[in-house]
């Protein structure tokens, strides 16, 4: 499974190459991808290609770095989209759901059950972080003033109450 990941890493960064020195060489591609590309979407179609190529190699794996690159491309296209560069103060942590995103993909595509759920508990963690930063840095406003803090308290109660559950459950 890892030389199938690394033979496509390796196919991509090669084929990645070409493109570079194609759209330098040749002006008619460097004004096709200028008419329909924003640089940021350029990013997001590497993470679709990252992709494409793990399902063509059969290397499910390669969905979690498709994720993380897409993933980054879609925040700086917002960024961009929205002069927004600030956002990266709490922006960052969505990376971590991306890795979510990807693990779930991979366990989707064959690498198991428990890749998904780890997949979805990274997602989790990902948002509580996001929730937590936006408010700090006063950008999340659409819960009201209260509701980042109210969120947060609910989830740190159903940990409470999950952990206390599993915990009898294993007594028992």
Sequence with gaps: MKNRSQLTLGILLILFGVGL???QQVPTIREWIAMYM??????VAIG???LLLGLLF???????????VAGIGGILYYQERFEDQASW???WTLIIGFIGVGQILSGLLGNGRKEIISGFKTIIVSLVLFVIFASIF???TILGSFGPAILL??????LIVS???????KEN
Excluded: F
């Design 21 to 23: 020195i194609a759209q």
């Design 38 to 43: 924003e640089w940021p979407l350029n990013i």
């Design 48 to 50: 679709g290609l990252i």
């Design 58 to 68: 059969g290397a499910p794996g390669m969905a979690i770095p498709a994720s993380i």
């Design 89 to 91: 103060s709490y922006m």
């Design 138 to 140: 006063g950008k999340l």
């Design 153 to 158: 308290m609910l989830l740190g109660l159903w």
């Design 163 to 169: 952990g206390l559950w599993r915990g009898r459950r």
